[in-house]
C-alpha cells in the first residue's frame, strides 16, 4: 500500500503513467460532465434572454448542473484517478447520474439526493487521504469536499441557491486553493507564509458559517476571505515565477494569475454588495445580502467564469492526458480562448454593474464561445499530436 499521495495535475498524470492504459469507463464519465457543462451554458443562455429552445431542467437548475454536474463530476474524475481505487468512481458516477437527471427535468429530490451522494463520496475519499498524508494542503480540500455536502444537504433541504452558492464556492476555492498549496511547498517555506494563508482560510470558512445566521454579513466576511486568498495566491504561487518560462509552463502560469485576479474581484464585489455598501447606506441588516440581482450575477461569475475557467484552461493540458490516456501538444493558440474569457467576464461584470443588459448578454454568448473553443482547441492538439511521425517527440506537458 502506498504511504504518500500526490494530488498534483502532475502527480495525477504521473500516477496514470504507471497504471497503462486508461480505464475504459472514465471516458464516460467525462463524456457526461462536458454534457452537464454544455446544458449548462445552454441554460445559462436562455436565463439571460437569448430566446433559444432550451430543456426546462437546464435553465432551472443551471447552477447546480455546472457546479455538481460539470466540475463535481470532473473534480471526482480526478480524485478517483488519483486515488486509483473503483470505488471512489461512485462519486463522479452519481453527480454525472443526478446531472442527466436534472436536465431530463426528472424530479429534482432524487437528483440532488445523488449529488449529496457524490460529494459525500468525495469526503470520504479524503478521509483516507488525510490517513496516509495529514498535511495542510490535504485538509484544506477536505474542508472544500465537507463544503460541498453542507451545500448540497441545503440543497436538498428546499433552500434556495443564492443562501447556499457560498457552500458550494467554498467547494472550489478550498479544492482549488489546497492544490495550489501542495505546489507552493516547491518555493522556500516560512512561518509567515503558513500563517497567512491558514488566516486568509479561516476568515473565509468564518464567512461561510455566518452565512447561515446573517447572510449578508457572511457573504461580506467570506469575500474578505477571498481577496485574502487571492492575494495570498498571488505572491506565494509558484506561478509567479513559472510565468517567466515558455510554453505551456508560462501559459499555465498566465492562466492561474489571472484567475486569481478574478477570485480577488469576486471577492471584493461579494464584501461590497453583501454587506459594507448596504452597512455604509444605513439599510437594515436583514436587507444586507447579494440577493439574487446583478450584484450577485456579477459577484458569482467573476468567480465561477473568471476564477474557475482559468483554472480549468490551465490545468486541462494536464489534467486531460492522464484522465484520457492521451497527450496534448502545446500551441500559442490557445491563448486565444483565454483572451476571449478574459474579455467576456469583463464584459459580463461591466453589463451587471451599469445595467447595460445587452453588454450582459452578449457577453454571456461570448464566454460560451470562449469554452466551446477551449474544448475544440483542446481536441485539436490531441489530434495533431496523434498524426506526429513515429519518433518524434509528441512534448507538450513540461
Same mark, same amino acid.
Given at each position: ?195 497567512? =494563508?491558514?488566516? %486568509?482560510?479561516?476568515? &473565509?470558512?468564518?464567512? /461561510?458559517? $455566518?452565512?447561515?445566521? !446573517? +447572510? ?96 480549468? =484552461?490551465?490545468? %486541462?493540458?494536464?489534467? &486531460?492526458?492522464?484522465? /484520457?490516456? $492521451?497527450?496534448?501538444? !502545446? +500551441? ?67
Amino acid at each position: 500500500m502506498r504511504t504518500h499521495i500526490d494530488l498534483s495535475a502532475s502527480a495525477i498524470g504521473r500516477e496514470h503513467a504507471r497504471s497503462g492504459a486508461v480505464a475504459s469507463w472514465r471516458f464516460p464519465l467525462l463524456v457526461a460532465a462536458i454534457l452537464a457543462l454544455t446544458m449548462g451554458l445552454w441554460g445559462g443562455l436562455t436565463r439571460m434572454g437569448w430566446a433559444w429552445p432550451a430543456p426546462t431542467g437546464a435553465i432551472i437548475e443551471h447552477g447546480g448542473i455546472m457546479v455538481g454536474g460539470f466540475l463535481g463530476t470532473l473534480l471526482g474524475l480526478e480524485r478517483a484517478v488519483a486515488l486509483g481505487r473503483r470505488w471512489c468512481y461512485i462519486g463522479p458516477a452519481a453527480s454525472a447520474a443526478g446531472a442527466i437527471l436534472l436536465i431530463a427535468g426528472a424530479p429534482p429530490i432524487p437528483a440532488i439526493a445523488l449529488m449529496l451522494l457524490a460529494s459525500l463520496v468525495m469526503l470520504l475519499d479524503f478521509y483516507f487521504i488525510l490517513r496516509r498524508r495529514a498535511a495542510m494542503f490535504t485538509l484544506v480540500m477536505a474542508t472544500g469536499a465537507a463544503a460541498w455536502v453542507v451545500g448540497n444537504a441545503l440543497w436538498l433541504a428546499g433552500q434556495p441557491i443564492e443562501q447556499l452558492v457560498f457552500w458550494w464556492i467554498g467547494f472550489l476555492v478550498l479544492t482549488i486553493a489546497g492544490e495550489r498549496l501542495e505546489l507552493s511547498r516547491l518555493l522556500p517555506q516560512s512561518a509567515q507564509k503558513c500563517t497567512g =494563508f491558514a488566516a %486568509a482560510a479561516t476568515l &473565509f470558512l468564518l464567512g /461561510l458559517a $455566518v452565512t447561515s445566521f !446573517y +447572510s449578508g454579513l457572511g457573504e461580506g466576511l467570506a469575500g474578505l476571505g477571498l481577496v485574502a486568498v487571492a492575494t495570498w495566491l498571488a505572491i506565494y504561487d509558484v506561478a509567479r515565477r513559472t510565468v517567466s518560462g515558455t510554453g505551456l509552463t508560462r501559459f499555465v502560469a498566465v492562466c492561474l494569475l489571472s484567475g486569481y485576479l478574478w477570485l480577488g474581484v469576486a471577492g471584493i464585489l461579494a464584501a461590497a454588495y453583501g454587506a459594507f455598501l448596504p452597512l455604509i447606506h444605513g439599510e437594515p441588516a436583514a436587507q444586507w445580502a447579494l440577493g439574487s440581482g446583478a450584484n450577485y450575477d456579477a459577484t458569482l461569475h467573476a468567480l465561477f467564469l473568471g476564477f474557475v475557467f482559468a483554472m480549468i =484552461f490551465g490545468h %486541462a493540458p494536464i489534467i &486531460f492526458p492522464a484522465v /484520457l490516456g $492521451v497527450r496534448i501538444v !502545446y +500551441s500559442r493558440r490557445f491563448y486565444i480562448h483565454l483572451l476571449v474569457l478574459q474579455i467576456s467576464v469583463l464584459g459580463r461584470i461591466a453589463g451587471d454593474l451599469f445595467s447595460d443588459w445587452t453588454l450582459r448578454r452578449w457577453s454571456g454568448l461570448l464566454s460560451a464561445f470562449a469554452i466551446i473553443l477551449f474544448f475544440s482547441q483542446t481536441v485539436f492538439a490531441i489530434r495533431r499530436n496523434d498524426r506526429l511521425p513515429p519518433g518524434q517527440s509528441k512534448g507538450g506537458l513540461t
